[in-house]
C-alpha cells in the first residue's frame, strides 16, 4: 500500500530564505507525482507535475525534483515570500488510478 | 479557460439528514475524481470516474454515499444519512486523460464544499 509522508510537517522563515520541502514515498512503481498548494478554506492548486520518466520541473521560483529509486521528491522555492505562506501536499499516481497524497507542509513566511 | 466549478461552497447539516454536491469539471476531462479531505489531512479519494463510467469506488462508503456523472460531464455525490464523521471538505477534480497518459493525468481541483455535520 502507497504512502506518503511529508516533512517537516510545518515550517516557518523570515522572508528572502531559500527552503525546500520534502516529500517520500514507500512504493517506486509511480507514473506521476504532482505538487499542490492550499490556500486556507480554498481548493487545491496545482502547481508542478513531474512524469515517472522526468527528473525535475521548474515554474518560476519553484523547483520540484523525483528519484524514483530512492522514494523522494523535493520542492524547492527560492527567495521566499509571505504570498507563499500555504500549505504544499505532495501527492503520487500510478497508471490508472487517483493521487495518493501526503498530509502537506504548512508554510509560514513572515516579512 | 474556466476551472472546476463546485457548489455548495458550505453547507451545515443535522446527522441524518442528507445533502447532495455539485461538480462541473473542465471542459473536456474524461476523467473525474472525488475526493474527501478530514482536517490536517490529505485528500482521500472516493470515486473516479472515466467519462460516465466509475473506475474505482472501492473506498466509497457504499451504504450512504452515492455518486453519479450524467452524460459524462457534471457529477453529483450524495450522503444519505449524514453521520458526524462526514464533516470534512469534497473536492471535486478532473483531468484531460487518466493518470499514465502522459502530462494529461495532471489533475485540476475545485474549490471543494465544506460539510458540518451537527
Known amino acids: 500500500k502507497q504512502e506518503v509522508t511529508q516533512i517537516p510537517a510545518a515550517l516557518s522563515v523570515p522572508e528572502g530564505e531559500n527552503l525546500v520541502l520534502n516529500c517520500s514515498f514507500t512504493d517506486s512503481a509511480i507514473y506521476n507525482l504532482q505538487w499542490f498548494r492550499q490556500d486556507p478554506g480554498k481548493g487545491l492548486t496545482s502547481l508542478l507535475l513531474?512524469?515517472?520518466?522526468?527528473r525535475e520541473q521548474t515554474s518560476g521560483r519553484l523547483n520540484a525534483s523525483l528519484d524514483k529509486s530512492s522514494g523522494r521528491s523535493t520542492l524547492y522555492i527560492a527567495a521566499s515570500q509571505p504570498g507563499d505562506s500555504a500549505t504544499y501536499l505532495c501527492a503520487v499516481g500510478k497508471p490508472g488510478t487517483a493521487l495518493i497524497f501526503g498530509k502537506g507542509t504548512t508554510l509560514s513566511v513572515s516579512s | 479557460e474556466a476551472g472546476v466549478a463546485q457548489s455548495p461552497r458550505y453547507k451545515i447539516i443535522e446527522k441524518r439528514q442528507s445533502v447532495a454536491f455539485w461538480c462541473n469539471p473542465i471542459s473536456g476531462h474524461a476523467t473525474l475524481y472525488w475526493y474527501q479531505q478530514i482536517l490536517g489531512q490529505g485528500p482521500k479519494l472516493l470515486i473516479q470516474?472515466?467519462?460516465?463510467?466509475?473506475?474505482?469506488d472501492s473506498q466509497l462508503p457504499k451504504d450512504r454515499f452515492s455518486a453519479e456523472r450524467l452524460k459524462g460531464v457534471d457529477s453529483t455525490l450524495k450522503i444519505q444519512p449524514a453521520k458526524l464523521e462526514d464533516s470534512a471538505v469534497y473536492l471535486c477534480?478532473?483531468?484531460?486523460?487518466?493518470?499514465?497518459?502522459?502530462?494529461?493525468?495532471?489533475?485540476?481541483f475545485g474549490p471543494g464544499t465544506r460539510l458540518t455535520v451537527l
Open positions: 513531474i512524469q515517472s520518466s522526468q
Open positions: 477534480a478532473s483531468s484531460l486523460l487518466s493518470t499514465g497518459q502522459g502530462s494529461g493525468g495532471e489533475q485540476f
Open positions: 470516474f472515466q467519462n460516465n463510467g466509475v473506475v474505482d
